[in-house]
């Protein structure tokens, strides 16, 4: 089955700057890579997501890559913003099949 | 005001007795998805239902029941027999679920639940 790794697992940046989320994804077969946003005590938000067809996709500040050679897919945040501040989370699925989401990443925005 | 919700936000419970979490969602999909989230974990399937009347057991659906006899609710009974019940647990749903194509998932707000 499917298994999704994601690093880091905390990450710190000044406001301003860009952050850099990563997940490596085992099975050939994924095709739909969403990324969520959980605030603290609340339920994840989908911020953006990603299909195999394309290699890349942006939505004002964010923006995800896709490298189905390598099995990798990674979240943009740039101009990083205090409530940019948050867990981030990836996901991994072949179409049809259910979810597999990654650890998860903390990500700190110091003012 | 169309979403998910879940009930309640926050629910104690004595260890040995069975709780059931609501969730209802009025954005007319067909699937719905329970999830448990542990710390620093990410989230795990508990159960999921593609249509009314019809679910299927998930990654972890030992010691949990569910049933969906409406297509707005879906409620989880966490048993007496699930060995660690405190978490935090998420509902979702999606228009659909199937062969094909995959859909958007969309979560509740959550229900921690702590057992002692």
């Known amino acids: 089955g499917e298994n999704v790794e994601q690093h880091p697992s905390t990450l710190s940046v000044q406001e301003g700057d860009s952050a850099v989320i990563k997940c490596t994804y085992s099975?050939?077969?994924?095709?739909?890579f969403p990324w969520y946003k959980q605030e603290l005590g609340k339920g994840p938000q989908l911020i953006i997501d990603i299909r195999s067809n394309v290699g890349e996709k942006k939505d004002q500040r964010i923006a995800v890559t896709l490298n189905k050679t390598a099995k990798h897919f990674s979240l943009h945040i740039t101009e990083t913003q205090p409530e940019d501040s948050a867990v981030y989370f990836c996901?991994?699925?072949?179409?049809?099949?259910?979810?597999?989401f990654g650890p998860g990443t903390r990500l700190s925005v110091l003012p | 005001d169309g979403g998910i919700t879940q009930s309640p936000k926050y629910l104690f419970r004595k260890e040995g007795q069975n709780v059931t979490l609501s969730c209802e969602q009025n954005?007319?999909?067909?699937?719905m998805y329970w999830y448990r989230q542990d710390p620093g974990q990410g989230l795990r399937l508990i159960y999921y239902?593609?249509?009314?009347?019809?679910?299927q057991k998930g990654d972890i659906a030992e010691g949990y029941s569910v049933s969906r006899e409406k297509k707005e609710s879906f409620p989880l009974t966490v048993t007496s027999a699930q060995k660690n019940p405190t978490a935090f647990y998420l509902c979702?749903?999606?228009?659909?679920f199937g062969e094909g194509r995959t859909y958007e998932q969309y979560f509740g707000p959550g229900t921690r639940l702590t057992v002692t």
């Open positions: 979702a749903s999606s228009i659909f």
């Open positions: 239902s593609q249509i009314v009347n019809d679910f």
């Open positions: 954005l007319n999909h067909d699937a």
């Open positions: 996901a991994a699925t072949p179409y049809g099949q259910n979810f597999v």
């Open positions: 099975d050939s077969a994924s095709n739909y």
